[in-house]
């Protein structure tokens, strides 16, 4: 319903930029050039006035409403739902939800129905007020703006002034996603750190969350603090990490050099598209590839030398992770190989090198800070990858350097904890976010030494 | 003298540490050094587009298979007997087709046997005939013949994934059988069938007896108009073999099937380590060679939802999902971005608001995807309480995910309109807004585009955020708006890819297809965008 009172809105805003149009036109009976204002940008005006506010409203309603109706049914069927956990007033609501608005239901029960029928008054009501309000606004909006309209009134200043803002605002959405993924992971991650000491969070060699209850469900016991050490994880991490980089960096390095320096125009042509599509391919592909196929071999040609390869070993998802990297390693060595000035090349060249001798001994030293950037970037990449270690790698924290057995991930971990059914107070999901603030802190960390890298150790030229 | 002649070389000129064989030979290895690297980095480029090959040609074949459903038309008995025209609903569909299968086998008769048969069908056969029903009631009344699906193992086999199936050679030999069903002895005119059945892997027993386990190859020998699995042979006097064996399809009579009469078959995967037992293979062998079996375009896999049944999965459901999430990103991402990029590259004074805008945003480009998972479960689910596994949360994480990409495409976009645009429409008396609305924002318009479909084929692909939100919940329906549950084309990939049936192996591949291809689809779309409408200055 709030759908139509959208278009409602928009088509008003139409009408109105006309007739503001109109109106300015009319006040100065046809002779624009006496207007302060184009006429379109009085238009403008009375169409910006009389949906902005109204469409604003209706933006917080669409995003408030969803709480306050939840909370609303929880508070008054707090009897009823008092004995269950948080997941099971979850589905409660979302069924009595899904029974309002005709979706399916697993089973209904006179509960259900009643909360539905709650639901579905409530929201009628909560439709109604926005209507109510959105139809207000929008009116007085109108009057308000259309008693200014004058030959002298200035109707640009105002537009651009509003327009102006809101391209401010756009920009700020890149700070509040930054603070809103900060202030999530600090909450949770503080929370979890008030049942699990943080010492024991980052140092403690085992992990093994699923069992952390004694009880299950609402009955779970207390937590236990010595199974939530994120130091196997971050070995496997950092063991798979360490495979994928052997893969990306000497060839993805030796790609960015060879397609700099020695590659004819035709193979160019070839060879960066082949790259590009490595670098689109989605990640799910390459985890699909990684365990179906790769880990598979790897396991036969172990069988065939006689070694036992896990079946989820960490050999094979930190190959194919190296091999989605490759792109990224190259696309970036090769911007900073390139960005090294000729007058160098033909410098070395000029006193007798080779080109693979200039290349080592100039090209390379030169581009040093950059490459140890590129490096430090694909790194980062390679520790928050997600899809190809949840396919490939194993569940199991193993605290191994052997890459031939199974390793997991701080990112596996994220996933296995928290598809499924959550409880949202119970410490295992949120580890999730702990392991999550530290995967953020960390690839942040790289992020940023990469970045003063290049900028303390770049050689100026020109 | 010789001193003079010694420090000169062939060609008259003096020897030095630049000419003498040691520099000859140190300029030889330097030559050497210097091919070495050059092949070293050909090799790592051949190395790169060898693993795209791989990836590429090994999702193609297997996705080739899924493309295609063999159906089985059967006889369907629609009589007013069968099926009440006042009650279509209460009709056992199912139970029906059911039998017009068992129809065409009226010698198997143990109840293991019949269960086995009925599962040829594919268990949506019922549905499928209801729809059918419901859609022509022209039907009803008498006997159709209907094609049905193939279960997937029934599928796979007559795919040729299943099991390795020799060709059906003539036995140059004559064939006496026993009886014409159950456990028969059969006896082999000369010793032939011995070296052939120690080639299977037959065991060795007493008195040169060979046991065929269901370690080793099935041996199925055609007479007679049936058909008979053998389980041991053992020489007998006068050169002749007597085989033991069991009778899969009953024979017409016990009449001795002269030489080049009968027809020997070789499953040569053994019956152990393949999921399709010989039976099921005879079954649908007769079935193929009545003419009932027909290979189809896949249509359920294109146009329905998912199903736990890998014959009834379909990518639809993944695809509208994906749709619809992509719509919500691309509303969010697109002109947000947009407008930060413009007042970045445009209005923003240098000051320290801007500066931390800018380095937001860069790292925000290099957070990992799944953090974003985090943010939209802690923030869109848990403290709006948003819809778990919808289209809208999905939307908005990715969007803020993409949002970094389309602003600095988009800014780099605006820096190549060259300032005498601006200059000129200042000049003219535009307003510092109309100047970029009218005259810098067209002209950046095409590398903006450019930018945004790559920044929406990256979203695309994307996998982990949206675990993160619910979207891997396994829902069946085909979602019809933005609120409603709904799982996207990669989702999908990652649940089929963890199931254990056979045939979602196929089934996943030709998604990673569809998705490669409206990834094509779209980088095709930036690159025209970009060669037609770019201008250089």
């Known amino acids: ?462 | 003298m010789t001193d003079a002649i010694s420090s000169f070389g062939a060609v008259g000129r003096p020897v030095s540490i630049h000419t003498d064989d040691a520099a000859k030979a140190r300029l030889k290895g330097r030559y050497r050094t210097e091919t070495w690297f050059k092949w070293l980095g050909a090799a790592a480029v051949a190395v790169a587009g060898l693993f795209l090959v791989l990836l590429l040609s090994t999702i193609v074949t297997q996705a080739i298979p899924a493309l295609r459903q063999n159906y089985l038309t059967l006889p369907i008995d629609l009589s007013a007997a069968k099926v009440d025209p006042a009650k279509l609903d209460e009709v056992n569909y199912d139970a029906i087709a059911q039998e017009a299968l068992t129809a065409k086998f009226p010698d198997v008769t143990s109840r293991q046997d019949k269960r086995l048969l009925r599962g040829l069908i594919s268990t949506g056969t019922g549905v499928f005939l209801r729809k059918d029903i419901a859609a022509d009631p022209g039907m009803l009344g008498g006997t159709v013949d209907y094609a049905v699906p193939l279960d997937d193992f029934a599928d796979l086999y007559l795919k040729g994934l299943l099991a390795d199936v020799g060709s059906d050679e003539a036995i140059s030999t004559s064939v006496t059988p026993s009886q014409t069903s159950g456990d028969i002895d059969l006896t082999f005119g000369d010793d032939a069938m011995l070296a052939l059945a120690r080639g299977h892997g037959a065991t060795e027993g007493e008195n040169g007896r060979l046991t065929l386990t269901s370690g080793a190859s099935s041996l199925l020998v055609a007479f007679n108009g049936g058909t008979v699995k053998l389980t041991a042979l053992s020489p007998a006097a006068n050169g002749t073999v007597i085989a033991k064996g069991t009778v899969i399809e009953a024979l017409d009579s016990t009449a001795p099937a002269a030489s080049g009469q009968a027809f020997l078959r070789v499953i040569e995967t053994p019956e152990a380590s393949r999921k399709i037992s010989d039976k099921v293979i005879v079954w649908l062998d007769t079935l193929k060679s009545a003419g009932l079996i027909e290979s189809r375009f896949n249509s359920i896999f294109f146009f329905t939802g998912a199903s736990r049944e890998p014959e009834l999965a379909g990518v639809w459901g993944a695809v509208v999902g994906s749709f619809l999430t992509m719509i919500v990103t691309l509303a969010i991402a697109f002109p947000i971005g947009v407008s930060a990029a413009i007042y970045l590259e445009e209005f923003a004074p240098k000051n320290r608001l801007t500066t931390m805008i800018e380095v937001n945003i860069n790292n925000l480009a290099a957070v990992p995807s799944i953090v974003f998972g985090l943010l939209g479960l802690a923030v869109f689910l848990n403290f709006f309480g948003m819809p778990r596994s919808a289209p809208v949360v999905g939307g908005m994480v990715l969007a803020l995910m993409t949002l970094p990409i389309i602003i600095i495409a988009s800014r780099a976009s605006l820096r190549a309109v060259p300032p005498s645009i601006r200059e000129a429409a200042l000049g003219i008396g535009a307003s510092k807004v109309q100047t970029v609305f009218h005259h810098v924002l067209p002209l950046a318009m095409p590398g903006i585009m450019t930018g945004t479909i790559l920044g929406m084929a990256h979203a695309l692909g994307e996998t982990a955020p949206l675990l993160m939100i619910g979207m891997v919940a396994f829902i069946v329906d085909i979602p019809g708006g933005f609120t409603d549950p709904a799982t996207i084309l990669p989702v999908q990939i990652f649940m089929w890819a963890d199931f254990p049936e056979a045939g979602f192996q196929q089934k996943t591949s030709a998604a990673i297809l569809i998705l490669l291809v409206f990834l094509v689809i779209m980088n095709a779309i930036a690159v025209i965008l970009r060669r037609r409408f770019e201008r250089r200055w």
């Open chain 1, 1 to 462: 319903m709030v759908g139509y009172l959208v278009v409602l809105l928009l088509v008003l805003a139409a009408a109105a930029y006309w007739i503001g149009r109109t109106r300015a036109i009319a006040s100065v009976n046809g002779d624009v050039a006496r207007l302060h204002s184009l006429p379109g940008q009085h238009g403008m005006f009375l169409a910006l006035f009389a949906a902005g506010p109204a469409l604003l409203a209706i933006v917080v309603w669409s995003l408030v409403t969803p709480g306050i109706e939840s909370s609303i049914i929880a508070d008054r069927f707090s009897s009823e739902l008092s004995g269950m956990g948080v997941p099971q007033v979850e589905a409660f609501i979302r069924d009595a939800r899904a029974m309002a608005f005709g979706g399916l239901v697993g089973f209904a029960d006179p509960t259900k129905e009643a909360a539905a029928a709650l639901y579905k008054s409530v929201h009628a009501t909560s439709t109604w007020i926005i209507w109510t309000v959105a139809l207000v606004l929008s009116a007085s909006g109108f009057y308000w703006a259309y008693s200014r309209i004058a030959p002298a009134y200035r109707a640009r200043h105002v537009v651009e002034r509003i327009l102006r803002a809101f391209l401010i605002a756009c920009s700020v959405v890149a700070i509040l996603t930054t603070v809103g993924i900060v202030l999530s992971l600090i909450f949770e991650s503080l929370r979890f750190f008030q049942q699990v000491p943080f010492y024991k969070f980052l140092f403690g060699t085992h992990w093994s969350p699923q069992s952390a209850f004694t009880g299950a469900g609402a009955e779970a016991g207390a937590v236990n603090e010595d199974i939530f050490g994120m130091v196997p994880l971050f070995a496997g991490t950092l063991l798979i990490t360490f495979i994928a980089m052997l893969v990306a960096a000497p060839i993805g390095l030796m790609a960015a050099i060879y397609l700099s320096d020695y590659a004819s125009k035709s193979v160019r042509a070839v060879a960066k598209p082949v790259l590009e599509i490595l670098a689109g391919i989605p990640t799910v592909v390459y985890g699909f590839f990684a365990a179906l196929t790769v880990a598979p071999y790897f396991r036969g040609i172990g069988e065939s030398l006689g070694l036992n390869v896990a079946s989820e070993s960490a050999l094979a998802a930190g190959v194919v992770m190296g091999i989605m990297i490759i792109p990224f390693v190259s696309s970036l060595s090769d911007d900073v190989i390139n960005a090294v000035p000729q007058s160098l090349r033909d410098g070395s060249a000029g006193l007798g090198a080779t080109k693979s001798e200039t290349i080592r001994k100039v090209v390379l030293p030169a581009a040093l800070p950059g490459i140890v950037s590129a490096m430090l970037l694909a790194v980062s990449r390679a520790i928050g990858e997600t899809m190809i270690v949840v396919m490939a790698a194993g569940l199991a924290a193993n605290l191994t350097a052997n890459p031939l057995e199974a390793v997991t991930t701080v990112t596996v971990q994220i996933v296995t904890l928290l598809v499924g059914d959550q409880e949202f107070d119970s410490a295992k999901t949120l580890a999730a976010f702990a392991l999550g603030l530290v995967l953020f802190c960390i690839t942040l960390t790289l992020n940023i030494v990469a970045l003063r890298v290049v900028q303390k150790y770049r050689e100026q030229y020109d």
